[in-house]
């Protein structure tokens, strides 16, 4: 009898957005993990359990796959939140996950490790930078902060202002003659630091692409 445990899951560590429909705005989450059966993410937006998704998993080198599916699972790690999608439609697309799964393999060797003091491990490809960005919280005036890397799910950057945990800012990166403004949230910052860790979590395709291609080259 054939085996029908669904395949191993690989870290994929793939930057999406995601969608409720009937209209609602797409934000930002991380595909961590991906088989045919289920999909395990994360994202600083808050979902329901039961909640209907459709995202895309795009990974170079592998075709775009359009998925949906249902969060059976939640658990909130800080301002973030780890969910598990059963998959409704990745039958029909086994063997486009197949692909997606060996090119994360194989470029899996490349990706640094980036941890926060809350143990918010991530192995997105990130590259050093040293730019200026400005951010802005919600009733307050634009300031400046010092980016030392970005990739396409957040930016690490200095300043000496005091920004809360779980604070959401707008965020104008220039990339050369580009400027990208995303949304993020500040998702660790060490005590005494002028270290903040911020994750993307409204962000356009265009936006999105421009950081891609920024961080493609800069790697």
Same mark, same amino acid.
């Given at each position: 009898?054939?085996?029908?445990?669904?395949?191993?899951?690989?870290?994929?560590?793939?930057?999406? =957005?995601?969608?409720?429909?009937?209209?609602?705005?797409?934000? !930002?989450?991380?595909?961590? *993990?991906?088989?045919? &059966?289920?999909?395990? !993410?994360?994202? %600083? *937006?808050?979902?329901?359990?039961?909640?209907?998704?459709?995202?895309?998993?795009?990974?170079?080198?592998?075709?775009?796959?359009?998925?949906?599916?249902?969060?059976?699972?939640?658990?909130?790690? #800080?301002?973030?939140?780890?969910?598990? %999608? $059963?998959?409704?439609?990745?039958?029909? *697309?086994?063997? +486009?996950? +197949?692909?997606?799964?060996?090119? &994360?393999?194989?470029?899996?060797?490349?990706?640094?490790?980036?941890?926060?003091?809350?143990?918010?491990?991530?192995?997105?490809?990130? %590259?050093? %930078?040293?730019?200026?960005?400005?951010?802005?919280?919600? #009733?307050?005036?634009?300031?400046?902060?010092?980016?030392?890397?970005?990739?396409?799910?957040?930016?690490? =950057?200095?300043?000496?202002?005091?920004?809360?945990?779980?604070?959401?800012?707008?965020?104008?990166?220039?990339?050369?003659?580009?400027?990208?403004?995303?949304?993020?949230?500040?998702?660790? *910052?060490?005590?005494?630091?002028?270290?903040?860790?911020? $994750?993307?979590?409204?962000?356009?395709?265009? &936006?999105?692409?421009?950081?891609?291609?920024?961080?493609?080259? $800069?790697?």
């Amino acid at each position: 009898m054939a085996d029908s445990q669904p395949a191993a899951l690989t870290s994929l560590e793939v930057p999406t =957005m995601v969608s409720e429909g009937d209209g609602a705005p797409s934000v !930002m989450a991380i595909i961590e *993990h991906l088989n045919p &059966a289920e999909c395990r !993410m994360r994202s %600083v *937006h808050g979902f329901s359990i039961g909640a209907q998704l459709a995202f895309t998993l795009s990974v170079h080198g592998a075709p775009t796959v359009p998925l949906r599916g249902k969060i059976v699972s939640s658990k909130q790690n #800080g301002p973030r939140y780890v969910y598990v %999608v $059963a998959l409704q439609n990745a039958g029909e *697309h086994h063997e +486009a996950i +197949a692909k997606a799964n060996a090119a &994360a393999r194989a470029r899996s060797g490349t990706q640094a490790d980036v941890k926060s003091i809350e143990g918010l491990t991530r192995s997105s490809a990130r %590259v050093p %930078v040293d730019l200026t960005v400005r951010y802005t919280q919600l #009733g307050s005036s634009p300031r400046s902060a010092r980016a030392v890397n970005l990739s396409t799910g957040g930016v690490h =950057m200095n300043t000496d202002d005091e920004i809360p945990v779980g604070a959401s800012i707008d965020l104008e990166i220039p990339l050369g003659g580009l400027h990208v403004s995303v949304r993020g949230r500040v998702v660790a *910052h060490q005590p005494m630091s002028p270290n903040y860790n911020v $994750a993307f979590f409204e962000i356009t395709h265009e &936006a999105r692409e421009n950081l891609a291609r920024f961080v493609g080259n $800069a790697a």
